[in-house]
């Protein structure tokens, strides 16, 4: 596949787990063990279409409302992919977490701090948005930018001190699950972005379906408020 508009920067909104359980009538703990298959597969299609930066939008910081069971399998599988990417991750692809680790055990927030030091100077981006809140990402670089003793802030300011501050801004979103909302993602990056909305449920995303998606990309016109 040809890409005209290039993609420097791809982000999911991974949504429609607990429903593709749900149709099958299996706990929504199920979905979601199918939904971290998926996420390896799309990441490696995206780095294969030579789309550099990926993200992820894993749990959000409202997402811990959730029932503690469902809490608990969320971390859980995502404790096994911090083991699993310590093998399996791509060599030229550096892990970034967007969010606050604060809520996490030690030893999540040691692993995952561990995988961000041994992969920062990779060229290409994974970033999982976890404990993610868009408007919680622009809090904080405001208070670090306080911190750092400044009273009066730019627009470089505050792209330069947000988490994803490694990436550029998402040229594409890409939401599953049929809502037509960004729910607290990428509040500061997505102003213009193009967004695109399946009904797909997350588990069931194919490659193709993505592909159809940037052709599509390549046939907007992105005026950037110009003419
Ligand atoms: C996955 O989809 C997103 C996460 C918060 C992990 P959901 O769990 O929201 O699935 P639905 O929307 O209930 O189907
Ligand atoms: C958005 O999905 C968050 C993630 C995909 C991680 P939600 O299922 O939490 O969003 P709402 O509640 O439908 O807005
Ligand atoms: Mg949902």
């Known amino acids: 596949m040809e890409m005209q508009n290039e993609i420097k920067h791809i982000a999911f909104i991974m949504d429609g787990n607990g429903r593709w359980a749900k149709k099958r009538m299996m706990p929504r703990e199920y979905g979601h063990t199918f939904g971290a298959k998926k996420f390896k597969e799309v990441a490696s299609h995206c780095y294969e279409l030579g789309i550099p930066n990926v993200t992820f939008y894993a749990f959000s910081t409202e997402n811990w409302k959730r029932p503690a069971q469902e809490v608990n399998a ?10 699993d ?32 030091d041994e992969t920062r100077t990779r060229p290409k981006k994974l970033c999982i948005a976890i404990n993610y809140g868009g408007r919680a990402e622009i809090v904080d670089a ?7 003793g400044k009273t009066e802030f730019t627009e470089d300011d505050i792209t330069n001190n947000i988490y994803s501050g490694v990436c ?6 890409v939401r599953t699950g049929g809502e037509m909302r960004l729910s607290n993602f990428l509040m500061w990056q997505s102003v213009y972005a193009e967004l695109f909305f399946t009904d797909t449920l997350w588990p069931d995303l194919t490659d193709k379906e993505i592909d159809g998606m940037i052709e599509q ?3 907007r016109k992105r005026r950037f408020g110009g003419v």
Do not use: H
């Open 142 to 148: 405001v208070n670090k930018l306080i911190a750092e």
């Open 168 to 173: 550029p801004p998402p040229d594409m979103i």
């Open 85 to 116: 990417a310590k093998k399996s991750l791509d060599k030229d692809v550096g892990i970034v977490f967007l969010g606050s680790k604060a809520p996490f055990s030690a030893e999540m927030r040691e692993k995952m701090e561990f995988l961000e």
């Open 74 to 83: 969320i971390m859980k599988l995502f404790m096994n992919y911090l083991d």
């Open 217 to 219: 990309f390549n046939n």
